[in-house]
C-alpha cells in the first residue's frame, strides 16, 4: 500500500521559513517524479516544484523559484521542501504526490497523493 506523508507545516511569521517532509512507503520510487504543490481556499491546485528520484532533476514553478527548493534523501525514503521568505499568500494545504508521466507541472500526471499539511503566514 503506497504512501505519502506530509509533516513539518505550521504557522509561521512573513519572511520565515519552513521545511516540509514526505515520507514515502509502500514502493520503489526510483523510477517516479516525486512533486509539491499547494491549494488555498477557493484555488485550483498549484504546482510547486518537482525532483526526478533517480538522478535529481528539479523543477519550479516561477512563484517559488529562487525561494523554495525540492530535495530528496534516497535513505529516507523522503523528500523535501524548503520553503523560505515565506509570504502570507504562500498559506495554503501543501501536498505530496508521485508521477511516472509527463508533464511535471499536471496535476493529472501525479498517481500518488498525501494527506497535505497546512502552512500559514501571518502578516
Known amino acids: 500500500q503506497v504512501q505519502l506523508v506530509e509533516s513539518g507545516g505550521g504557522l509561521v511569521q512573513t519572511g520565515g521559513s519552513l521545511r516540509l517532509s514526505c515520507a514515502c512507503s509502500?514502493?520503489?520510487?526510483?523510477?517516479?517524479?516525486m512533486g509539491w504543490f499547494r491549494q488555498a481556499p477557493g484555488k485550483e491546485r498549484e504546482f510547486l516544484a518537482a525532483i526526478r528520484w533517480s538522478g535529481g532533476s528539479t523543477h519550479y514553478a516561477d512563484s517559488v523559484k529562487g525561494r523554495f527548493t525540492i530535495s530528496r534523501d534516497n535513505a529516507k525514503n523522503t523528500v523535501y521542501l524548503q520553503m523560505n521568505s515565506l509570504k502570507p499568500e504562500d498559506t495554503a494545504v501543501y501536498y505530496c504526490?508521485?508521477?511516472?508521466?509527463?508533464?511535471?507541472?499536471?496535476?493529472?500526471?501525479?498517481?500518488?497523493w498525501g494527506q497535505g499539511t497546512q502552512v500559514t503566514v501571518s502578516s
Open positions: 504526490a508521485a508521477s511516472r508521466t509527463l508533464p511535471v507541472l499536471a496535476r493529472a500526471s501525479y498517481e500518488y
Open positions: 509502500g514502493r520503489t520510487f526510483s523510477s517516479y517524479t
